[in-house]
């Protein structure tokens, strides 16, 4: 059968998810702290070459918008990504789409990864479980060529009422497809719209290595490369950089970046070399950071203006019950150093539904005790799939998806819920007021 050119629509879903605190304690800015550019769709995009691709970012303009756009444009295939708290919405919006139309329907992303499961009914076709540049791209190329898509690793076909059955990807840095950089260009007409609110700034995305070697109980990366760390090379990455034109703040979506040493020295000395001047943010752990003070001081140099750091909590009984692997000095330590170099810090802390009004309290001091320039806290939810929702799924008290925004405690709470909410979002309300600009 000759080899057919397939039209093909990425979809980011709308901003969705429902957050107590905002809905019912005045909070607004929990959810959309800014809309990122869906880089998972351009780097999905990259290799379709021989295709025609269009990305639709609902979180940027209206259904009836994207209605017409799609029937305009009348897809062969569509492919859907979502985080957990997206998971309903975009089987609503599948549903439909298949009501319209009948493409073949894929879905991918951190949910589709940890809950396959949950996507295998009639709305999708296929299910992508961890990355999936290489092996969308190899399903892409069986439906071109008339067949289906049932043997490719990493690439489950729904067979809804009955269990799924796939063959896992064996991820190597081949699934990275190197040479081939993302489709910034399908995103051109919504980039103006991706704006950190908080910051009062755009960004560009770009991705250094995928995966992470470690395994925090309540986190959704390891699974997504079974476990690895895969690199890009330097110069894909400097490649990408220099795509993003004018972009002046370059955020590394990498889950945790510089885990690799020689390659975080390498793209430093080449962002030097090239004379590429751009303020970096980038996740990294507070243990890399102790670990590697060099490092940090050689990146402050290349530009790296903030970093995000999972910090998670000061305390190390709860540290180690999220199977953070270090303790509580290690906190006080990356904190200083960063202090120290002047890096602007992004904590992210984690609101036990454990927490009485002396555990926020303790945290608000530790927050304002260590100058964490802006603190991003989240209720502790256990996503399904994760060790931590083995763990806690006897204590569930809501099921509904659709409240896993990190904002909600989904499971019970020592405090009576009401207090709970009130004293968390009293909290951020307090931490908010006190906005970070960038110099
Ligand atoms: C940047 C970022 C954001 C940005 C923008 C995200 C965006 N573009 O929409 C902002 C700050 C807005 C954001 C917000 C939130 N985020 Co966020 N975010 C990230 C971060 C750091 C990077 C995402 C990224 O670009 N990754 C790189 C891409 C290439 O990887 P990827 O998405 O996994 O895609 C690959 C595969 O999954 C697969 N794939 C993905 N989609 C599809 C689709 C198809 C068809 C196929 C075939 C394959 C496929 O192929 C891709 C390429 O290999 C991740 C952590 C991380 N490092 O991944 C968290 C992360 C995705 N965020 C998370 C969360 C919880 C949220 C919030 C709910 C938090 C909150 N309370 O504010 C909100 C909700 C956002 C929303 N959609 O409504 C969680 C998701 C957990 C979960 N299972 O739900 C993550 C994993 C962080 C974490 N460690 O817990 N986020
Ligand atoms: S929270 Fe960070 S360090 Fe822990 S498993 Fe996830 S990506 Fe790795």
Redesign the pocket.
Known sequence: MTKQKMKIMLINPPNCGRSIPEEEYGITSLRQIFKGEPFNLEILAGPLKDHEVMISDLKCETEDAFWKTFDEFQPDVVGLTAVTCEANTVIRLARKIKEKRNPVIVIGGNHATYDPGYFNRAEFDYIAIGLGKKSFRELIGALADGKKGQDIAGIAETSPGKPLTYATRNYDETDLMDEVPPRYDLVAKYRNQYFLEQLGLTMGFVITAY??????S?????KMTGGKYLNHSADAVIRDIQMLGDISFIRMVD??TFGNLSLSLDLYKKIMQSGIRKKFFA?V?ADTIVKNPALMKNWKEAGLYAVVV?F?DFQDTRLSA????YQGHVIHEAIDILHDLGIVIVGDFIASPEYDEKDFEALENFIAAHRIEIPVISVLTPIPGTPLYKKMKKDIIISDLDYYTFTNAVTKTKMPAAIFYKTFADLVKRLHERPHKPN
């Not at 995966?211 to 925090?216: N, Q």
């Not at 309540?218 to 390891?222: A, D, E, L, V």
């Not at 999220?322 to 692997?325: A, E, F, R, S």
């Open positions: 995966g992470c070697t470690h395994k925090c309540f986190c959704t990366i390891p889950a945790n996740d752990r999972g998670e999220y199977n953070k692997k």
